[in-house]
């Protein structure tokens, strides 16, 4: 066993967690009632928001599409991946690229137990997971490097996880490590929630009380930060639901973007 392994959190039912709190609001079975009385009481507040997490997911989806297809990217490196869905970033990747390459990363026990499901890829590609914190953006690209060739173009997902880290100079830091390490023609592609309503911020409140890893929301302006050494892809940093859009959605608070590294 690897100190990693020996150091990982244990699974602990009584404490809501981010993961397993989303997997809820996503129609998913692998959460516990603690996350589920979390859900419910933001729900009360913001009942739109479990359509919200699955209009979120859609924007993972067509985000991976467009890197997939139109941007011929063939790895994936999904940071903070949380608990396996429908529509997983590998399913999807390898649906458009049977050869695309995808690593996972998370430090969540839940999502560690089920990192075995995670592993299922097309005979051609490859799909590995990486249970480490992504404060730790060093161990991460070092674990991810076995599985992915950082000369050639990764898009590198951050999807809602960014709004757990406080401080900007922080959660830049750790993208800018990450776009670092990859080479010209990578991609970044990630949202997060933005103080846009005062049911947002009453949301926000009440996960900070319950949830084991608190919520930060960042303006749009601040969220822009994160890809200013990128060329953004049209049609820019939109409410998710307004990213290349499938069909008419209503505007919501999460906010996402593609960004190309030059």
């Not at 997939?68 to 529509?87: C, H, K, M, S, Y």
């Not at 970033?89 to 839940?110: G, K, M, W």
């Not at 299922?120 to 070092?142: C, F, K, N, Q, W």
């Amino acid at each position: 066993m690897s100190n990693d392994e020996q150091t990982a959190p244990q699974l602990d039912t009584s404490v809501p967690h981010t993961a397993r709190i989303w997997n809820y609001l996503l129609g998913g079975k692998d959460n516990f009632a603690a996350d589920r009385v979390v859900g419910d009481q933001i729900l009360v507040g913001q009942p739109a928001l479990a359509e919200n997490a699955r209009r979120c997911r859609a924007f993972l989806i067509r985000a991976v599409r467009y890197l997939a297809g139109e941007a011929g990217v063939r790895q994936f490196l999904d940071i903070g991946t949380g608990l396996p869905t429908v529509n997983n970033t590998h399913e999807v990747a390898q649906s458009v690229a049977p050869e695309s390459r995808i690593v996972y990363v998370d430090n969540d026990p839940l999502v560690l137990a089920h990192a075995r499901a995670l592993l299922t890829s097309r005979p051609e590609g490859v799909t590995s997971y990486i249970d480490a914190d992504m404060h730790d953006m060093d161990l991460v690209l070092r674990e991810a490097a076995r599985t992915l060739d950082f000369s050639q173009p990764v898009a590198i997902l951050f999807m809602g996880v960014l709004g757990h880290v406080e401080d900007d100079a922080v959660a830049q830091r750790m993208v800018g490590t990450a776009l670092d390490a990859v080479s010209s023609g990578s991609y970044l592609a990630l949202y997060d929630s933005a103080p846009v309503s005062p049911e947002v911020v009453e949301a926000a409140r009440i996960w900070n009380e319950s949830a084991a890893l608190p919520y930060h929301l960042r303006s749009t302006d601040r969220l822009a930060q994160f890809f200013q050494r990128l060329e953004l892809v049209e049609p820019g940093l939109v409410p998710v639901t307004q990213w290349r859009p499938e069909t008419e959605a209503p505007e919501i608070e999460q906010y996402g973007g593609v960004g190309r590294k030059p």
